[in-house]
């Protein structure tokens, strides 16, 4: 008696679940037709999918490095790869020019890099002011923790490419130079809290679009 009462709701429970399969509970490929919430984007519906919205194939060029920093970003985040929505997973292109730079930088989120091609010199810097850093040889790896200040320089005599995964959608990267110079804060309140000069002050604003 006990058994069939057990065989009864087991098939209950499992007629009860392929019921309720469906592939929304699996992934949330973003429709952009509707705006970004702080919760991501709003799902597609499933009926409507195809395998074609799980590949994106934008990294196999370079990106443009015509730029002060002779830097390429090719990206793969929520905002350009809909899949990625909801996952917490994302991933970049990085092309950085002979001389060329990813200027100091910040995200919410653990970065890994590896180095495709060339040689750079990378490293964070801890919420101490230890500095970790090294030259990266093709093939090396790195790991760069979630909010700490991070950089790359191509030391080599080719350009770099480096692949860097994220463990988050929409990391939310924030440039300190891209940072202070592209605001309208006054100058003047800049200054005080950098301790630069006015003059470098009005140089990132003059490169990075700010204004005041
Ligand atoms: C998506 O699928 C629904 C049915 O599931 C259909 O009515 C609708 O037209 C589809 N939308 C697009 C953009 O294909
Ligand atoms: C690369 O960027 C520069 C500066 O923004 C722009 O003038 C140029 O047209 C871009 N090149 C390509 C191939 O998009």
């Given at each position: 008696?006990?058994?069939?009462?057990?065989?009864?709701?087991?098939?209950?429970?499992?007629?009860?679940?392929?019921?309720?399969?469906?592939?929304?509970?699996d992934?949330?490929?973003a429709?952009y037709?509707?705006?970004?919430t702080?919760?991501?984007?709003?799902?597609?519906n499933?009926?409507?999918?195809?395998?074609?919205d799980?590949?994106?194939?934008g990294l196999?060029?370079?990106?443009n490095?015509?730029n002060?920093?002779?830097?390429g970003?090719?990206l793969?985040?929520?905002?350009s790869f809909?899949a990625?929505?909801?996952?917490?997973?994302?991933i970049?292109r990085?092309?950085?020019?002979?001389?060329?730079?990813?200027?100091?930088?910040?995200?919410?989120?653990t970065?890994?890099?590896?180095?495709?091609?060339?040689?750079?010199?990378?490293?964070f810097i801890?919420?101490?002011?230890?500095?970790?850093?090294?030259?990266?040889?093709?093939?090396?790896?790195?790991?760069?923790?979630?909010?700490?200040?991070?950089?790359?320089?191509?030391?080599?005599?080719?350009?770099?490419?480096?692949?860097?995964s994220?463990?988050?959608?929409?990391?939310?990267?924030?440039n300190v130079?891209?940072?202070?110079?592209?605001?309208?804060l006054?100058t003047?309140?800049?200054?005080?809290m950098?301790?630069?000069?006015?003059?470098q002050i009005?140089?990132?604003?003059?490169?990075?679009?700010?204004s005041?």
């Amino acid at each position: 008696m006990a058994l069939t009462k057990i065989l009864l709701i087991f098939s209950l429970l499992v007629s009860l679940s392929s019921a309720f399969s469906t592939n929304i509970l699996d992934f949330c490929v973003a429709d952009y037709n509707f705006p970004v919430t702080p919760a991501g984007y709003p799902c597609k519906n499933p009926a409507n999918l195809t395998v074609d919205d799980f590949v994106f194939s934008g990294l196999g060029v370079p990106g443009n490095t015509s730029n002060v920093f002779k830097l390429g970003v090719n990206l793969a985040f929520d905002f350009s790869f809909p899949a990625l929505n909801g996952l917490g997973i994302g991933i970049g292109r990085l092309d950085i020019g002979v001389g060329g730079v990813v200027p100091l930088h910040s995200h919410r989120a653990t970065e890994i890099l590896l180095l495709m091609e060339g040689s750079i010199l990378t490293g964070f810097i801890g919420s101490d002011n230890t500095a970790y850093y090294k030259t990266l040889n093709k093939g090396d790896i790195m790991v760069f923790p979630a909010s700490l200040l991070h950089f790359q320089v191509n030391v080599g005599s080719v350009p770099a490419v480096a692949f860097s995964s994220l463990n988050s959608a929409n990391p939310g990267f924030e440039n300190v130079v891209t940072s202070l110079g592209g605001n309208d804060l006054p100058t003047e309140v800049i200054k005080r809290m950098s301790l630069l000069d006015a003059s470098q002050i009005r140089k990132l604003k003059k490169l990075f679009g700010g204004s005041n």
